[in-house]
């Protein structure tokens, strides 16, 4: 009994599991990796929470309990967690709507939004439900991501200029741009525009010329991630050196010093209403976010994760966020990849970059006064231009029209409506793509290949048909949405062969039927049976049959059931065999 509760245990505390054999040699690992991700995370921090509307002191306080919490509750080695650009933008989307960015209802109401997130994270990881972010396809999320890449690189075009734009679609902040850009801050424009030409640099250039210089891959690769930093480093020592801040480039200011602090959200059952929608929103897109990233990172070394305990980790780190003066977090990318290829062995360099941060946020704060707002919009806009790739629209249309209608419709509503309606359209289309398509499954009447047990559909292959006895196969589960069009078919089929004297549905992937597509097949079997057809079923599947004999369908069928299409072809065939060639 206490070797079975361990277990139970070690399933929701994942760190039972990996830290018992955790030793020195993992935690040297995880310590170097904790470290440079630290050096990474410091700057992308307090760019996201500029992003997000919030002061910049919340990119880091939501860093730190999220990290540790995760690293308790979550399966991934190497994700990464914090908080993210997407994210961020959406944010500020839902709480832009409900108070005054700066304000004390502002960062209320992000507090809240992390609870509500993490709540229902939460409740879908203990009741095991990770499988409903399935509902929202790949190619649809590529669309998304890109399309949020582009408004949010827009969004920030401000801080590198020096003006005061807004907007929540990429319409508005073009048109709110233009018409401040005579109040451009030349001195904000060179810092900006330098910053956004040395980070890109860095990202291609700086690598090579390291390597040539005689650093070996690896070092070279990480030190080139380090850039931003030497970016804020010297942005902010010119900005105090010159006395930039007196002509007009705006500065980070005052940060306080110290932990996070024990924060408390609303409980006010109307903010909740406000802001239901989003948090649904967010909790579904950076769970797929994240679980992509872990479960890419975890295919390298042969490992897997838990995606419903997944829920659990990222909820307990967003439920963490909103206690200690954070935002909503998710898995990043670029910073679990960083943690991935530093040599991250466990989630303890989580936890260790956790320590790191709060360092930081304990003693480093006072030296980033005079660090430029334009070096963190630049930061912004190298990063997310990354996740940009419009190429996901030219494979859709090669590949799957009805995938390129669900891409390029989530790009067009995201840039013009906004992230959130964006994001709503894709959930939405995807659903309908789903029902459009399993509506109208795959059928394909099939014949016997000549010298094998093997049926195929007679308008592909070279085939041997019987007169008398008619075959369909179905390449779908039987549901409400298709029940009536496999009725249709069927009637159809049979009104064209008047010799007919046996019908098959052959079901090797109906994986279900539900109690509509059951009346269909009621239906069918009286139809046939006034019309003097016998119907047989072959290849149904143990779960499926096992429900079809808790009905009295089985006792009704004119027919049989057979094990397979060829028994069931041997059993009705005769000698009136024709053949029935293709096109390939």
């Known amino acids: 009994?206490?070797?079975?509760?361990?277990?139970?245990?070690?399933?929701?505390?994942?760190?039972?599991?990996?830290?018992?054999?955790?030793?020195?040699?993992?935690?040297?690992?995880?310590?170097?990796?904790?470290?440079?991700?630290?050096?990474?995370?410091?700057?992308?921090?307090?760019?996201?929470?500029?992003?997000?509307?919030?002061?910049?002191?919340?990119?880091?306080?939501?860093?730190?309990?999220?990290?540790?919490?995760?690293?308790?509750?979550?399966?991934?080695?190497?994700?990464?967690?914090?908080?993210?650009?997407?994210?961020?933008?959406?944010?500020?989307?839902?709480?832009?709507?409900?108070?005054?960015?700066?304000?004390?209802?502002?960062?209320?109401?992000?507090?809240?939004?992390?609870?509500?997130?993490?709540?229902?994270?939460?409740?879908?990881?203990?009741?095991?439900?990770?499988?409903?972010?399935?509902?929202?396809?790949?190619?649809?999320i590529a669309g998304f991501i890109s399309a949020t890449g582009i408004i949010i690189a827009a969004s920030q075009i401000k801080h590198i200029l020096g003006i005061d734009a807004s907007g929540h679609n990429?319409?508005?902040?073009?048109?709110?741009?233009?018409?401040?850009?005579?109040?451009?801050?030349?001195?904000?424009?060179?810092i900006g525009v330098a910053a956004v030409g040395f980070l890109f640099w860095a990202r291609r250039g700086l690598k090579p010329l390291l390597m040539r210089i005689g650093l070996k891959p690896r070092p070279a690769d990480l030190i080139a991630k380090a850039g931003?930093?030497?970016?804020?480093?010297?942005?902010?020592?010119?900005?105090?050196?010159?006395?930039?801040?007196?002509?007009?480039?705006?500065?980070?200011?005052?940060?306080?010093?110290?932990?996070p602090p024990l924060t408390m959200p609303s409980f006010s059952l109307s903010l909740w209403g406000d802001l239901a929608a989003a948090a649904i929103l967010i909790s579904v897109i950076g769970f797929v976010e994240s679980v992509s990233v872990a479960q890419t990172?975890?295919?390298?070394?042969?490992?897997?994760?838990?995606?419903?305990?997944?829920?659990?980790?990222?909820?307990?780190?967003?439920?963490?966020?909103?206690?200690?003066?954070?935002?909503?977090?998710?898995?990043?990318?670029?910073?679990?990849?960083?943690?991935?290829?530093?040599?991250?062995?466990?989630?303890?360099?989580?936890?260790?970059?956790?320590?790191?941060?709060?360092?930081?946020?304990?003693?480093?704060?006072?030296?980033?006064?005079?660090?430029?707002?334009?070096?963190?919009?630049?930061?912004?806009?190298?990063?997310?231009l990354s996740l940009v790739d419009f190429t996901i629209i030219k494979k859709a249309w090669g590949y799957s029209k009805a995938d390129f209608a669900a891409v390029t419709a989530t790009v067009i509503i995201t840039l013009g409506l906004g992230v959130e309606l964006g994001v709503t359209a894709?959930?939405?289309?995807?659903?309908?793509?789903?029902?459009?398509?399993?509506?109208?499954?795959?059928?394909?009447?099939?014949?016997r290949v000549p010298g094998t047990e093997h049926f195929r559909n007679i308008l592909r292959h070279k085939v041997i048909t019987e007169p008398r006895v008619l075959t369909l196969r179905v390449d779908e589960s039987l549901y409400f949405a298709n029940a009536r069009y496999l009725e249709d078919i069927v009637s159809d089929l049979v009104s064209r062969q008047p010799e007919l004297e046996h019908f098959i549905l052959m079901c090797p992937a109906v994986n279900a039927i539900d109690m509509s597509a059951l009346e269909s097949l009621e239906?069918?079997?009286?139809?046939?049976?006034?019309?003097?057809?016998?119907?047989?079923?072959?290849?149904?599947?143990?779960?499926?049959m096992d429900r079809l004999e808790r009905t009295d369908f089985l006792t009704h069928l004119t027919g049989r059931v057979f094990l397979s299409q060829h028994l069931?072809?041997?059993?009705?065939?005769?000698?009136?065999?024709?053949?029935r060639n293709g096109s390939d």
């Not at 990429?170 to 801050?185: D, R, Y």
């Not at 030497?230 to 980070?252: I, M, P």
């Not at 057809?533 to 779960?543: A, D, N, T």
Request: overall charge positive.
């Open 228 to 259: 931003p930093v030497a970016a804020v480093a010297l942005s902010t020592l010119a900005v105090w050196g010159l006395s930039l801040a007196e002509r007009g480039v705006q500065v980070v200011g005052s940060v306080p010093q110290g932990l």
């Open 523 to 544: 239906a069918v079997n009286h139809r046939l049976q006034d019309m003097g057809v016998s119907f047989h079923l072959s290849e149904i599947k143990g779960p499926v």
């Open 170 to 190: 990429l319409w508005e902040l073009v048109l709110s741009i233009a018409g401040k850009l005579p109040e451009t801050n030349p001195f904000t424009l060179v």
């Open 568 to 579: 069931a072809a041997k059993a009705l065939g005769s000698n009136g065999i024709a053949d």
């Open 426 to 447: 894709g959930v939405l289309i995807s659903i309908l793509v789903h029902l459009y398509r399993t509506s109208r499954p795959h059928m394909a009447v099939v014949g």
């Open 297 to 384: 990172l975890a295919a390298r070394r042969r490992q897997r994760i838990d995606p419903d305990q997944e829920l659990i980790g990222l909820g307990a780190a967003n439920i963490g966020a909103a206690f200690s003066g954070g935002y909503p977090v998710t898995g990043g990318f670029a910073r679990s990849v960083v943690n991935f290829d530093a040599g991250a062995e466990t989630p303890a360099a989580g936890a260790y970059t956790a320590v790191g941060l709060a360092i930081a946020a304990m003693f480093l704060t006072p030296l980033i006064f005079f660090l430029p707002k334009a070096v963190l919009g630049a930061t912004i806009v190298v990063a997310v």
């Open 1 to 140: 009994m206490a070797k079975l509760r361990l277990s139970h245990l070690r399933r929701f505390i994942p760190l039972l599991d990996w830290g018992r054999s955790y030793g020195w040699n993992a935690a040297t690992n995880d310590l170097v990796a904790a470290v440079i991700v630290t050096i990474m995370l410091i700057p992308q921090s307090l760019a996201y929470a500029l992003l997000a509307g919030l002061p910049p002191q919340m990119g880091i306080y939501a860093s730190i309990a999220p990290i540790i919490l995760y690293a308790i509750f979550g399966t991934s080695r190497a994700l990464a967690v914090g908080p993210v650009a997407v994210v961020s933008l959406m944010t500020a989307a839902a709480v832009g709507k409900i108070a005054e960015p700066g304000s004390a209802d502002y960062m209320m109401a992000a507090l809240t939004l992390a609870l509500l997130s993490g709540g229902l994270l939460l409740l879908l990881g203990l009741f095991r439900l990770g499988f409903l972010a399935n509902f929202l396809s790949h190619p649809v």
